[in-house]
């Protein structure tokens, strides 16, 4: 085994484990705990320790026992000798570490003999610090966002900056932002709103976007070179230059505040790309199953019903997804086109609360979240979909 692959391995892994526990410690700092110091360089140290004994040991300890005895080490050094630290600091230390070491347990002897192993090692913690990196950037706000929802109009003057849960007072004190947003500002009606917009946008999109991305990739037909190259041509041209005229037309056509008018809007401007998305994928379908359901006398629009659609469910369902995401976020149209706050969506409603000084930045922040969680947990669901109807169709075969 090269020494030079073992401390290279060790030095950029190290570097790895101290940005984990950094961060960790700044959430802990966050929760009122108070560090004298972030202690950089005996992270450093413990996790050199760590990633030499690894690449040394390699698989000939049982994963278990290796994250036992790590984790005892490292625990008491940082969270016992060196400063007196909380449970639930140590526990998230300890699930810190078993994704460390989960992760660096496969650099054992044979791969740090590789040619190449420095190579590997240097691409695979770069991409991993990226992720970790990015990731905290992208959800601090949004774990502050829960934690003001959480707080209480008083504590919010007395510390502005305190980001602590106080676990210690009742349900119904905890929810109050929640519970007043529903009762008080009507935010069950505003999400009845969206998502009527939202699903009926996906549904209006799909039903002109399917037929539409089957004729370019199967039909021949005057134009069609054309039409399949410049069908993105709407994106660019910023939406500000498309508000004002719409503005017009709709306010002649008595469109604006109703939900009629967001959706003729939403679906013009997601149906290009659903488009464009949806006859990759069609294309990459054999056409032998069409020309085996024509011989079998089905019309055209059985095998779009019968063979196609059941066979692009993945992509389907990422443009599905795609499309409700952009409707249930989209600002800008929703505030030129909604004064009625009987019609508004949730993303016009936290515009308008906001521009109320009178409402409490704890009642914004619950409004926030509610407008976040759902999106959140459908893309989480349907992420497995979406992947493979992004990358589908992208290689003919």
Not at 240 to 252: A, E, G, N, R
Not at 361 to 371: D, H, K, N, P, T
């Amino acid at each position: 085994m090269k020494t030079k692959n073992i401390i290279i391995f060790s030095i950029i892994s190290s570097l790895f484990l101290v940005s984990l526990i950094s961060i960790w410690k700044i959430l802990a700092t966050l929760q009122g705990i108070k560090l004298d110091n972030l202690n950089f360089q005996v992270i450093f140290l413990l996790g050199f320790f760590i990633s030499s004994a690894q690449a040394i040991i390699g698989n000939k300890l049982n994963f278990i026992f290796k994250l036992i005895i790590f984790s005892i080490i490292f625990i008491f050094i940082d969270g016992y000798l060196i400063q007196h630290m909380p449970i639930w600091y140590n526990i998230g230390v300890f699930l810190i570490l078993y994704f460390f070491i989960n992760k660096i347990k496969k650099f054992n002897k044979k791969i740090l003999e590789e040619e190449y192993s420095t190579q590997i090692i240097i691409f695979d913690f770069l991409t991993l610090f990226g992720i970790v990196l990015f990731s905290f950037v992208i959800l601090f706000p949004f774990y502050m966002m829960v934690v003001t929802s959480f707080k209480t109009q008083i504590a919010l003057l007395v510390n502005p900056l305190d980001f602590s849960i106080n676990f210690a007072q009742g349900f119904k004190d905890l929810f109050k932002s929640y519970f007043v947003i529903f009762k008080s500002y009507k935010f069950g009606k505003y999400i009845l709103t969206s998502t009527i917009v939202s699903l009926g946008t996906v549904f209006i999109t799909l039903i002109f976007a399917i037929p539409a991305a089957y004729a370019i990739a199967r039909l021949n037909f005057f134009g069609k070179t054309f039409l399949s190259t410049s069908i993105l041509i709407i994106y660019m041209f910023p939406a500000i230059v498309l508000v004002i005229p719409l503005y017009t037309v709709f306010s002649q056509l008595g469109l604006r505040n109703s939900i009629e008018g967001l959706l003729i809007v939403y679906t013009a401007t997601t149906l290009p790309v659903a488009i464009y998305m949806l006859q990759g994928y069609f294309k990459s379908i054999p056409k032998e199953l069409e020309e085996a359901a024509i011989l079998d006398k089905l019309s055209w629009f059985g095998i779009i019903t019968k063979i196609i659609i059941p066979l692009s469910i993945p992509a389907i369902s990422s443009v599905a997804l795609y499309v409700f995401m952009i409707a249930w976020n989209e600002f800008l149209f929703s505030l030129m086109f909604l004064d009625n706050p009987n019609s508004f969506t949730l993303s016009r409603a936290i515009q308008y609360l906001s521009g109320d000084a009178e409402t409490p930045r704890q009642y914004l922040m619950a409004g926030s979240v509610i407008v976040t969680l759902p999106v959140l947990f459908i893309f989480v669901y349907f992420e497995k979909y979406l992947v493979s109807g992004l990358t589908a169709g992208s290689v003919k075969g």
